[in-house]
């Protein structure tokens, strides 16, 4: 009746499962401890023994973050096989910072065999070397990814499987406390999915013979977490705010060798379902970091996710649809060597993976390239993953170690939803004094980032705005206020990022409260909760005081006291920092969801009011100037042809002060000519009513489809305008079409603005279609004398019908225009420019001129189609923030919530 194994797994911050097998049946108590002298300790069972001699104890009641010692009594204690464990740190949920171990693949001989493998199970000293260091890192776990052993067991046999485990917690084939893999076992606790030399031969599958026994014996060894399926292996666990996925890679696996079609499966449908249901209800439990735990590799080689290209295919898509894509890593084994890539490497998915491999296995590897950290092939190799939970952020630390040395490492930080703490000031949560703070001392406007061993980066922001609550001094700067940072990235091409991230965080352009205090004396129901506050958490004041902006105050905690004092006073002083910065962008899950006043959009940077409004106007004409020969991005739109999203709308701006909110986006003229009109061209869908100048009103109509100009004589000037549009800087776009190709001399469409059609003075950008079948584009104004500012260096070749799409911009006292040809591509830079300060305001329109020597056969008609005209037109609600006053022309407009990129 000899014990010979202790296992423990399936741990939470309460319980845990303890499994331990004896040679013949018993039954027996376990004892639990929080010392190793097992003083008081907790008694559980005694339970019989079931399948195989083993035991199971559902030990619970257990405190959080708390070493456990254990012996089996079945009559005796057992000392040579005393175990211990530890609970997890928090509870599922909660913040959480721990280390847990990682590795698989144990027990092939070959490439760097060093003896100590008897059956194709492993006695190596690594063993040795992980139990050390596990006890003096405090592994909260060890998660064993796959090849337990190397024995290939390729019938279906309950007792070769028995007896591999056997040797896995024993060695040598008789009961063996002193085994160096099973006092590893027993000095902590481990989550285990196989891989496929420990379920079945080299690549099994789900046709392997000995699926049924694997999976069996499974069941009555392994201390496993809770099974959705009764034929695989895939299990979840929390801790913290990280959820863990570990996959069963091969019970439901189709072949390798099967065609790559989209039904073909490593997972199954079944294990694929229940994961999709877990990641989308995570969120819900305050899991914020996903760990998935896959014992096949992702990338490269055989036997891999790249024998499964639809399904890989698949999975990017699950993560992303259930909002887990960017707050991921994958922790794999199987190709004998620590290798990490960092994850924009990763081509599928480009979220990071560590691979802790082999802890004792020869030492081939394949597929290097595809880790860009590094990829060293070796025995006696494992890695350790450390979470530190900061509130806002949540930073996974994968570090690879060659027996103790550390080879490689790599952070990934993924932004965490963070606890919301709000307060209401117009609720009296708040104590005196609360009010913005002259405060320079965390101003940092130059910060120099090193990277150790490498260069480095300074980043400096010395005029403007500072943030000291000054705004004489703000806006002449305020000096330096220097810093230098040493960091740990991975090129220097990451320094300017490190450096400028620390300037925006210290510079942001909002009042500083460095000191809440909290009124819990008259506020008692708010001390539970904030109680719980920890830094990094985010606090929410709303409703400040009259003499304050108005609006919600977003603060980051930073810390915070709780002191001393009369009898009667009971306040909490938090120390806080702007919060703002950590607003930083997302993408929503939907359209719908995007929300008017949340970070989940980019600012279009410099636009401006072009008219003043008062406090009571609903249309806001906008404009977005270029910056310099570049442009600036406008603002979406809900119609028009350029950037249209309606499901974006509503969302929210301000502008002095005011926040309003813009439920649509229009261009200032707008028109697709989807209408039928004779003798003019009606109405444009934006901008007003057209007016004709030249010929006859016969000349002019609009087919259903386009608006035409009509030539039925030579010499006369065909206009189009919209006399309701009055623009100083404009943007004008236009697809125009000529009929025939020219005979006797050329033919002459044109886009014009800043026009007055009465005295013929307008700039416009033209077209000049040649008898040779060439376009060629000039810049061009009239007084109403005409006079060429610049002409294009090349020319587009033309055909009968053709269409070209012309741009023509003003601002200020720059002139410039493109031209392409229809479905091409725009030009980046402008053809023609010129400065000129003739004309400073008009309307906008279009058109054209067939001169004396052209012979074509009249009628000439040239067609116009798509007509965009910016500035943009907003419609607006007011007063969002409870403010509604006059604007002056020329004000700033940006978003309320602009979405910060994150570091």
Known sequence: MALCSVWTGATTDTTARVRARFTTADSATLLVADNEAMTGPASFGPVASGTDNVCTWNVTGLAAGTRYWMRVDNGTLNPSFASTFRTHPAPAGERASYIFGAAGDAGLTGDGYEGGITNATSDSLVFDTMTAQAASEEWAWFSHLGDLHYKNIATNSPALFRSAYFDNMNYGGVVNPGARQATFFRSLASTYVWDDHDYGPNDSDRTSASNAAANQVYREWVPHYTLPSASAIYQTWQVGRVLYIASDVRSARDPNSNPQAPTKTMLGSAQKTWMEGVLSAARGDGAEALVWQSPSRWVGGTDTWSDFLHERLEMVQMFGDTGWLDRMIMVTADM?????????????????MFMFAGMDAGAWSTSAADYDIGSVAGRRQYGTMRVADSGHTIALTGTGYHDGTVMMRHTAYIQATGRVFALDYGAGHLSPPFEPTDDDQKLRNEITARRTDGGEYTYSKTSGPQNINDPAEDAEGVGVYDEGIEVNVAADEQLPD??????????????RYPMVRIDLAANPGLADELTGLNPGDRITIANPPEWLAPGTIELIAEGGTEPIGHPNDWDMQINASPGSPWLVGYVPASAAAAGPNLPNRADTGGARLVTAVDDNDTAFLVHTPPDGIRERATWIQSSGLTGVLPAQFPFDLKLGGE?????????????????????????????GAWSTSGGTAADYDVNGSVGRHAHPSRNVFRYTSLNATQLADVDVRASITIPVVPTGDALYPFVLARANIATGAYYFARLTVSTASTVQLTLRKRLPAETLLATAPHTLPFTAGATYRVRLQIEGTTVRAKAWPLGGVEPVDWEVSATDTSLTSGTVGCG?????????????????DDLEVFPQVMTVTRGINTIEKAHAAGSPISLAQPAPVAL
Not at 498 to 507: G, I, K
Not at 660 to 686: E, H, I, M, Y
Request: hydrophobic share 35%; aromatic share 10%.
């Open 498 to 511: 490190q450096a400028s991230w620390r300037v925006a965080l210290s510079t942001v352009d909002e009042d």
């Open 848 to 864: 054209s001129f067939v001169p004396t020597a052209n012979t074509n056969a009249l009628p000439v008609s040239f067609s116009f």
């Open 659 to 687: 926040v309003v909110r813009c439920t649509a986006c229009t261009p200032s003229a707008l028109d697709q000519f989807g209408r039928s009109v004779s003798n003019g061209w009606g109405s444009a869908t934006v901008g």
């Open 336 to 352: 004998h060597a620590l290798s990490i890539c960092s994850g924009p490497h990763n081509p599928y998915g480009r979220f990071p």
